[in-house]
């Protein structure tokens, strides 16, 4: 293989692989044969490094090859032709291959890939340490894990996930109030998942109090989630078919979750738990269609006339502004890496923490939201949300 940007995404790789910082590289979407994806990760075997290339195979078959760093290039560099996509996802960094259907091949390139932090090899008999083990009631009625505890295979990937966030909850935990009735609500929350895990670790692990609103358009899921929930004896989660932004409570939120709200409905999740005075907010987007449709900016013509390039623009801008506009309601922010992008490439989760009262709308944090999305739509941004229990 020695077109210029193999060659340069080969020279990555072993570089990552050097100075330890590579978490894992994955080759996907094969031409064809039996291997449907190889997943490359570092190990720690007998005391020496290596890199482990996991080969599955049609039908759910698995093999493991192991390769010294230096041998470890080469053996990539025979298979990379097999393969339309390969990521590398490096602590300081990503790279992606990308081989279109008439061979054009793309190199795309994030961070400083060989410069972040070094990472830990495992072995290959070290298990990772969960908050949840499967053997919880709630993920046998979801379909996670069986009755004897046991995660299935296929949802390995969402057993990660919920645990992840779960991690992330307990992060923010000292924000929450540490006495009395904790107030949650999973707005856009879909099939539930993360509001029975968020609900299980408040009430059972930290034992709090808590009353739990769950909102979603489909009554039918809903219904279902509720059924669950009384299984469970969960009794303070209550299920509920509407407009999340139109969701209203007596009191403030104390912690608004969300994941994966489409395109602008994460911008609706995100205004209303402002306007209900969330202290704390997670929440991880989905698609960023609209600034995609929206983007009207000259200076970022070079970025927008390639269409995969444009599409990860867009993505980082579009939760970018979000980050401005909470920052601009009082909240200080974080974007966070939620799970592995191999699980999901919808990865990014926002943190916003309440610090600050909002009756002062006309800062500078506002004025830098509004140059900003002015500068990526040449449009004027909406207004600001308000917070129902203070006065602008």
Known sequence: MTDKESVQFLTLIQRSVDM???????????????????????????????????????????????????????????ELGAFSRADLHDSGGSASLLRSKKGKITLITHGAIG?????????????????????????????????????????????????RFLELVQSIVQELPQTGLLHVADLCCGKSYLSFAVYHYLTHIQKRDVVMDCVDLKESVMQ?????????????????????????????????????????????????????????????????????????????????????????????????????????????????????????????LIRAIRRSSITNYKGAKEERYREAYFYLTGREATALPVAENEER
């Open 20 to 78: 330890q910082t590579m978490r894992n590289l994955v080759l996907s979407a094969p031409k064809e044969g039996e291997v449907q994806k190889i997943r490359c990760t570092l190990r720690q075997l007998s005391g020496s490094l290596c890199v482990q290339m996991e080969y599955k195979c049609t039908e759910g078959r698995v093999r493991q090859k192991n390769f010294s760093p230096d041998a470890f290039v080469s053996a990539i560099q025979m």
């Open 224 to 348: 279902d989630c509720a059924q669950i929930a009384a299984q469970c004896d969960f009794t303070g989660m209550h299920f509920r078919a509407g407009d999340v932004s139109k969701f209203q409570t007596d009191t403030s939120i104390d912690l608004l979750i969300s994941l994966h709200a489409c395109d602008t409905a994460t911008d609706l999740v995100l205004d209303r738990g402002i306007v209900l005075g969330a202290k704390v907010i997670l929440a991880t987007p989905c698609c960023h269609r609209q600034l995609s449709r929206e983007l009207n900016c000259s200076s970022l013509s070079f970025i927008a006339r390639h269409s995969v390039l444009k599409y990860k623009f867009c993505d980082a801008a579009t939760d970018a502004l979000r980050i401005l506009r909470l920052e601009a309601c009082g909240y200080v922010c974080d974007a966070l890496e939620f799970t592995d992008p191999e699980d999901t490439p919808k990865n990014v």
């Open 115 to 163: 410069q972040g932090e070094k990472q830990t090899a495992m072995g290959n008999n070290r298990k990772k340490q969960y908050i949840l083990d499967g053997s919880e009631a709630f993920l046998m009625h979801l379909g996670i894990s069986n009755t004897q505890g046991r995660v299935h295979d296929k949802k390995q990937a969402k057993f990660r996930q919920i645990n």
